[in-house]
């Protein structure tokens, strides 16, 4: 139980372009996503915690025009990298809070590469 | 604000042998405490937590945690570490006062030596 899955895995686009990066809760669901950025060799960084039915909640320093967030349903919520250019380039990764257990279990998918050329 | 320590940030162990990764936390009250491992080019994997009651907790893979509140400590263990333990791992705190958002360490990357 408490899968999660991000789409698509890896993906490489032209700068300037959008990209969106699906993120899905497969057997539970889940109100609350997050979003992270990692860079090579780091630690997770906090992007913005994704709730469903309403506005996402950005970390400070996160640009919300430039990563849309959009938590339509349960089980799914979609970063959009809009206007992409190089220094976007990066690890994403999602998790999900499922709401049947203990509040604060996070679930990571695995993770989306982006490299922008 | 909450903040995450893990002290080590290499470890090299010989293949059967115990293994401790180190965390330690600040936060005002008694947070929630996970770990997860992450092999390279993947997403994390949830090893075990802690949120109340027995200090010691049992996780997946054969890890154990001890919450230790005296030294604001969540150190990680395994009796005997096989190859396939080798990958980063990551100290994690959490609490319902701060939305239930995770703070991690920088993470401790682990070798495993035949």
């Known amino acids: 139980g408490a899968v999660v899955s991000q789409h698509p895995s890896r993906v490489i686009c032209k700068s300037g372009t959008s990209v969106k990066i699906e993120c899905r809760s497969l057997?539970?669901?889940?109100?609350?996503m997050f979003w992270y950025r990692q860079f090579p060799k780091q630690s997770l960084m906090l992007m913005a915690t994704?709730?469903?039915?309403?506005?996402?909640?950005?970390e400070q320093g996160v640009e919300k025009d430039k990563f849309l967030i959009n938590h339509a349903s349960l089980t799914l919520s979609t970063l959009t990298v809009t206007s992409a250019h190089p220094e976007d380039s990066s690890f994403y990764i999602c998790?999900?809070?499922?709401?049947?257990?203990?509040?604060?279990?996070?679930?990571f998918g695995p993770g989306t590469r982006l490299l922008v050329l | 604000a909450q903040s995450v320590t893990q002290p080590d940030i290499h470890i090299t162990v010989s293949e059967g042998a115990s293994l401790e990764l180190r965390c330690n936390y600040s936060y005002g009250a008694t947070p929630y405490l996970f770990w997860y491992v992450q092999s390279p080019g993947q997403g994390l994997q949830l090893l075990l937590k802690y949120f109340s009651g027995d200090t010691l907790v049992q996780g997946i893979k054969g890890f154990e945690a001890e919450f230790k509140r005296s030294q604001s400590s969540f150190n990680l263990r395994k009796p005997s570490v096989h190859w396939s333990d080798a990958a980063e791992y990551f100290c994690?705190?959490?609490?319902?006062?701060?939305?239930?958002?995770?703070?991690f360490g920088g993470g401790t990357r682990v070798l495993v030596k035949p």
């Open positions: 994704s709730n469903e039915g309403s506005k996402a909640t950005y």
């Open positions: 994690a705190v959490g609490a319902w006062a701060a939305g239930n958002k995770l703070t």
């Open positions: 057997d539970f669901q889940a109100t609350t």
């Open positions: 998790s999900a809070r499922d709401m049947g257990q203990q509040s604060a279990t996070q679930y």
